[in-house]
């Protein structure tokens, strides 16, 4: 008698109200566990974000850097760089009466050639920045003081107004040499005489307080509190 195989049932398919039930049941679990995360993410940033500061001060940087500055040069360059500094000038007039006295037949004949000379002009003084070098500076940059050597002021240029320069006269005698090149000498002569007139009245005293302020706002400029100008001997 041969046996028959058991018949196993199919199960009856699960009804559509629980599927639906097992798939809102896994989203939420999924919402769940990805609202727990980035809860987690947002407790560790917001940790991080009132520890970092504390942190800062008691554990040292991984690598840091440190720039210092030596402004000398600078310096110096800023002061060349204004080259001749002109800080004083006079505007003179002065008359130059220049007279050839000649004399002819061994002394027995005495005759002149002669100009009188009205002269405008200007006389320039300052200081020679050119020439200086690191060694006319010191500074301090800690307490922003600054000590700086000039060389003495002198005398730039006496220089003629040649338009409003004017011969005021021009005599020759009959029996002198005219000698043209006397207006030339003359001008000269006012030139030489200008400097020293301009020397005398105190262009150089002033040349020296004109310069010393000019620096000491020029090294102010410069960041520094504390200026100190000396000057070197002539």
Same mark, same amino acid.
């Given at each position: 008698m041969t046996s028959e195989p058991p018949v196993v049932a199919a199960l009856p398919p699960a009804p559509p109200s629980l599927l639906r039930k097992v798939v809102a049941?896994?989203?939420?679990?999924w919402m769940i566990l990805l609202g727990g995360v980035l809860g987690v993410a947002g407790a560790v940033a917001l940790?991080?974000? *009132?520890v970092t500061p504390a942190l800062e001060k008691v554990i040292p940087p991984l690598a840091q850097s440190r720039v210092e500055v030596v402004p000398?040069?600078?310096v110096v360059l800023a002061m060349r760089s204004l080259g001749r500094l002109e800080t004083s000038s006079y505007? *003179? @007039? $002065?008359v130059v009466d220049l007279t050839d006295h000649q004399t002819q037949l061994f002394g027995l004949i005495h005759a002149k050639d002669a100009i009188l000379l009205v002269a405008v002009g200007d006389v320039v003084a300052g200081v020679e920045l050119e020439h200086l070098t690191a060694d006319d500076v010191d500074t301090d940059?800690?307490? $922003? /003081?600054?000590?700086? $050597? *000039? +060389? +003495? +002021? /002198?005398?730039? /240029?006496?220089?003629?107004? @040649?338009?409003?320069?004017?011969?005021?006269?021009?005599a020759t005698d009959l029996v002198a040499v005219r000698? @043209?090149?006397? @207006?030339? $000498?003359a001008r000269a002569e006012a030139a030489r005489t200008m400097e020293k007139a301009a020397v005398e009245q105190g262009i150089l005293e002033r040349a020296r307080g004109d310069a010393q302020r000019a620096m000491s706002? *020029?090294?102010r400029a410069l960041g520094f509190s504390e200026v100190h100008v000396e000057w070197k001997s002539e």
């Open positions: 049941v896994v989203g939420a679990s940790v991080l974000h *009132l000398t040069p600078d505007h *003179l @007039e $002065r940059w800690d307490h $922003r /003081s600054v000590t700086l $050597r *000039l +060389p +003495p +002021p /002198s005398v730039f /240029s006496s220089k003629l107004d @040649e338009q409003a320069t004017r011969v005021y006269s021009r000698h @043209e090149d006397l @207006e030339a $000498r706002g *020029l090294l």
